[in-house]
Nanobody, 115 residues
């Protein structure tokens, strides 16, 4: 299975932006699906956005119009552009990749939205 490393999290004020990256140790072109999940403290992990190998994207209702997921197969990297961040976006964000051999998860990156 591929190893995934997230980066780009941090503290940002409401209305601000962050760009998360997920670097894979191997080729992501064989990943039929990749996604970003988040887990607020004390709550369950939830799917935020996903992208298929064909480039089709999907988003949770709570982030539609604010977040954009993309993948760069040449760089083996998944991205999540987050704009107009809100306090309720505060969570640990995880990268997920799915291939025939099974899913892989990153270690997570903390995003805190606070004034």
């Amino acid at each position: 299975q591929v190893q995934l490393v997230e980066s780009g999290g941090g503290l940002v004020q409401p209305g601000g932006s962050l760009r998360l990256s997920c670097a894979a140790s191997g080729s992501i072109s064989r990943m039929y699906y990749m996604g970003w999940y988040r887990q607020p403290s004390g709550k369950q992990r939830e799917l935020v956005a996903g992208i298929t190998s064909g480039g089709s994207t999907s988003y949770a209702d709570s982030v539609k119009g604010r977040f954009t997921i993309s993948r760069d197969n040449a760089k083996n990297t998944l991205y999540l552009q987050m704009n107009n961040l809100k306090p309720e976006d505060t969570a640990v964000y995880y990268c997920n990749a799915r291939e025939i051999g099974g899913p892989s998860w990153g270690q997570g990156t903390q995003v805190t939205v606070s004034s």
